[in-house]
C-alpha cells in the first residue's frame, strides 16, 4: 500500500513537473511568432481604448450637434458627425466596449457550457455520453445565423444582453466535443490512474486533473470564437436586430452604410466602423494562430 501511494505521489510530481515545463516552453513558442505578439499588442491597446473609453472620447456617444449632420471631419469632430449629428469618433471609441463585451461574455458563457457538457460525456460515458452526444448533433444541425436571428427576435426588443444571450447558448457545441475528445484520451493516462490511487473523487479528478490538461485546444477554440462573436453581434446590429441606438455599436454605425449616397461621398460614417471590426478581427485572429502553433508541440515555430 505505502508503495502504491509513493509511486502515485512520485507520478503526481512528475506530471506537475510536466505541465510546467510544458507552458513554459508553449509562452516561449508563442513569444517567437512575430504576427502573434504584434496582434496581442494591437488587441491590448484596443481593450485600452474601450477601459478609457470615457477619458479618450472628445464628446458624449449620444449627444447631437444641431449645427452639424453628417459633417465631414475637422477639428472639432475628427471623424465627422453622424446623420443624427453625433460625433463619430465618441462612438467608434465607446462602440469598443460593446464589440469586446460580446465576444468576451458570450465566449465565456458557451466555453463553460461546453467544458461541463463534454467533460460530462467522457467522464461518465455510456446513456450520459449517448444523450449529451446527440444534443450537440442536434444543437449542430441548425443553421447557426438564422437560428440567432429567430432566437434574438423571439426574446423581445433587441439588446446587447440577448446577443450575448444567445451567442452563449448557441456556442457550446464545438466546444464540449473538443473537451469530450481530450478528455477521452486523457482519462486511460498514468496520472488519472495515479490521482484515483490517492482517493480522488469524480470532482476533484475532473476538475483538478483531466480540465487542466484539456484546456489547451480549448482556449485556442475560444479566441477564434471571440472573432466570430464580433463577427456576428456587428452582423447583427447592422440589421437592427443587435445593439440599438443611441447605444453605439460598431454594426449599427454600418447601418448607415446603406445608402449609396454615404457608401460614394460619406465615407467617415462607414470606413471607420467597418476597420475597427476588420481590425479586431484580424488580430484576433493571428492570436488564435499563435496560441495554436505555440501550445501544438508537433509545430515548429
Known sequence: MTSAISAAVAARGARLDRAQSYWTLAARRFLRHRVAVAGLLILSAIAAMAALAGVLA?????????????????AAHPLGTDSVGRDVLSRLVYASRVSLSVGLLAVTMYVVIGTAVGAAAAYHGGTVDLVLSR????????????????????????????VILVLGLLGWPPVARLVRGQILALRQQEFVHAARAMGAGDGRLIVRHLLPNAMAPVLVAATFGTANAILI????????????????????????????????????LWVPP??????????INFVGDGFRDALDPSLKL
Open 58 to 74: 472628445p464628446h458624449n456617444p449620444t449627444a447631437i450637434d444641431a449645427t452639424a449632420f453628417r459633417a465631414p471631419p475637422s
Open 135 to 162: 444534443l450537440m448533433d442536434i444543437v449542430l444541425s441548425f443553421p447557426p445565423l438564422i437560428i440567432i436571428l429567430f432566437a434574438v427576435s423571439v426574446f423581445g426588443r433587441p439588446s446587447l444582453w440577448n
Open 233 to 268: 453581434e456587428a452582423a447583427l446590429s447592422f440589421l437592427g436586430l443587435g445593439v440599438q441606438p443611441p447605444t453605439p455599436s460598431w454594426g449599427n454605425m454600418l447601418t448607415d452604410a446603406q445608402s449609396l449616397t454615404v457608401l460614394e461621398q460619406m465615407p467617415w
Open 274 to 283: 467597418g476597420f475597427m471590426i476588420l481590425l479586431s478581427v484580424l488580430v
